[in-house]
C-alpha cells in the first residue's frame, strides 16, 4: 500500500441483474457461402451474441480497431467488420447496435485492496478531501451522530484521510484533535498512503501504548517532546491498535466483498489482484464464487513477512484451499502471487522509503543535505532466499518497493531468479515510484513489470509538497518514471491501491497521459508534473488491459479482443481515443461483462 490521491472515488451503483437487449437484422447482399440459411458459423454454431456499429479498441499487437465482434459461450469468436459479422448471426443470436460507441478490454487493476476499499465505502469516509481541522471532526462528529447507539464501546473506523492535504499546508494532527470530540468510543483513522494512522487515547489505552512502549519492528509510535505517544502510529505500529479491533463477521465480509465488486464493475474492472490477501477475504469471495455472484476474476497476494515461521508452507496451504485451478468463462479465484513489503513511503514527514542517497532536510526557505535515508524491512540476501524460495513453489512475487534503493534490491533478488534460468515466473514491483536511472532497463531485462499508481503521476500535496522539496531537481526528475520504463523496454500495469488510491481509474488513466491535475484544482496551474514522463494513451490502455492480464498469467485468455479469448469488455459513453486528454477523467462505463456475462449496465443502450 502507500499514499495517494486525487479526486474521490464514485459511489457504487449495483450490477445491473438483468439484460435487456433489442434485437435488429443485419441486412445485406454478402456471399451466400458465408454463412448458412441458420447463421451458424462454419464450427456449426451461431454466435450468442453480436456487437456491430462499434470502435472495438482490441489492443492486439497492433493495437488495431474494428467494428463488431461476436461472442459464444462466453468466448469471443469473431472480430472485424460489420458485413463479416453476419456469417455469426443466428435465429437465436442477439444483436446489439452499439452507435459508435467504443468497446474494449475490460480493466485489469493489479494492485488493490477489495476488502478496505468495500468497507470504506460503508462506513465513516472522508472520501479523500482536503480539510481543516475543523472539516475534519465536523465529518467525525456527523457519524459519530449517524450511530449514537454504538456508544460507548464501538471502535469508530475512519477511512480515505488524506494527511498530506490538511489545511493549512503542514497541519499536523495528534490525539487530541479526536479526544475533543464527544463520544467515549475509540476511534482509528486510517491515512490515504497505507502507513500511518491517528488514534485516540482510549485507542492508545487499548492497545497498551504508552511512553515505556518500545517501537515494534518496522514500525515507530509517533511521541512528543516528553516521550508521549501523539496517537500518530507509523507502518508496524499500527498493527499495536488494529489488532484489538473486533474483526467483521463472515456476513458483514461478504457484505464488504459485494460492495467492493459492485464498485469495481461500475469503473469496467474485470479482473482484479488483491494485493494484501486476508484469508477472511479469500472465504468470502470464495463464497460469492460458488454463489455464481463474483463478478470480476479475483487474483490474491497472501503477504509473507519477515520473520514468518514457515512462509512457503502458509501460502501454499491457502492456494491449496482456495485456489480454483484454470481460467474459466466464469470468473473465478486464483492464489498465485505472493505480497512482500521492502520499504515504505516518500511522503515527509514518514520517509520510510528506502534511497540511495538521503533525503533533503528543508526549513527556512532551503534544504541541505540529511542523514535519514528510510527504511527497508527485507536485507539483500534474506529477500533473495524468500524470492527463490516462493517462485520454486510455483508463486509470483509482488514486492512493494517505492524508493530507488528498494526498487534495486527487488530488482537484484528477481535477477537472481532469471540467473537460475527462470523465465517463467511473473515478478512485479508495486509502485516503483523513485528509480534510479541504472535500473530502468533491468525491467525489460528482467521482464519485470511496474505495477504503477497512475494517480500519483501530478502535482498535488503528497508529490509536489511532500515529496519534491525532499528529493531535490535530479532525483524528482525519475519520479513515476512510466515514461521511462517503457521507453527501456519494460512493462507497466495499472495498480490503483485503492482504497490508498481513490477507485477512479478513468482519472487515472487520464493521469499517465497528462500528468496533470484536475481542473479547476488549485494544483492545475503547475501545468504537467515531470512531462518526460507522460505515456501516449494507447500505452496507457494497454498498462490498464494486456499488461494486467501479463502479470496476472491471463494473456491468453483475457487482455485483448481476440478471437478464442473470454468475453470480457466493456462499453464506453465516448471515445477515450480521441477525445480531448482531460474529457478521459470523466469517461462513464455503460457495460461491464466479464465471460459473456453482463455484470454491470445493459446491453440495451439506448
Known sequence: ????????????????????????????????????????????????????????????????????????AGRITFVGTDREARRHVGKGTRVVDLGGRMVMPGLHDGHLHPMSGGQGLLGCDLEYEPLTVRQFQDRVRAYLKRTKDEEPDSWVQVEHWYAQAMRPAGTKLTKA???????????????????????????????????????????????????????????????????????????????????????????????FMDALASEEGLKAFTALAEEGALTARASFAPLVNVGDKDPVGKVRALRDRYDGGAVKAAAGIAVRNTKLFLDGVLQYPAQTAGL???????????????????????????????VAELTKAGFDPHVHAIGDRSVRTALNAFARVRERGDRRSRLTVAHAELVDPADIKRFARLDVVAAMGFHWAKPAPDSVESVKPYLGAKRWSNYEPEGDILAGGGRISLGSDWPVDPLDEWTAIKTAITRTAAPGSEYAKQGPMTPHQRISRAAALRAATLNGAYQL??????????AGKFADLIVLDRNVMKVPEEEIAGTKVLLTMVGGRVVHGSLDLE
Open 356 to 386: 540511495l542517497q538521503p533525503y533533503l532536510e528543508c526549513g527556512h526557505g532551503e534544504c541541505r543535505p540529511g542523514k535519514r535515508t528510510g527504511a527497508q524491512y527485507w536485507k539483500q540476501e534474506q529477500l533473495d532466499s524468500i
Open 553 to 562: 498469467r491471463q494473456q491468453d485468455h483475457t487482455g485483448s479482443l481476440e
Open 177 to 271: 484533535d479526536l479526544d475533543a470530540l464527544d463520544t467515549r468510543r475509540p476511534i482509528v483513522v486510517k491515512s490515504t498512503d497505507g502507513h500511518t494512522v491517528l488514534v485516540s487515547s482510549r485507542a492508545l489505552e487499548i492497545a497498551g501504548i504508552t511512553a515505556a512502549t518500545k517501537d515494534p519492528a518496522g514500525g515507530a509510535i509517533g511521541r512528543d517532546a516528553q516521550g508521549e505517544p501523539t496517537g500518530v502510529l507509523e507502518d508496524g505500529a499500527t498493527d499495536l491498535v488494529t489488532a484489538k479491533i473486533p474483526q467483521p463477521t463472515a456476513a458483514e465480509n461478504l457484505r464488504i466483498a459485494r460492495t467492493a465488486l459492485a464498485a469495481l464493475a461500475e469503473q469496467g474492472v474485470t479482473t
Open 1 to 72: 500500500m502507500r499514499g495517494m490521491r486525487g479526486t474521490p472515488g464514485r459511489r457504487a451503483v449495483l450490477a445491473a441483474g438483468a439484460v435487456t437487449v433489442t434485437a435488429v437484422a443485419l441486412d445485406g447482399c454478402g456471399p451466400e457461402d458465408e454463412r448458412d440459411r441458420s447463421g451458424e458459423d462454419r464450427a456449426g454454431r451461431a454466435a450468442d451474441l453480436v456487437l456491430t456499429g462499434g470502435h472495438v479498441h482490441t489492443v492486439d499487437d497492433e493495437d488495431s480497431v474494428h467494428q463488431a465482434l461476436a461472442v459464444t
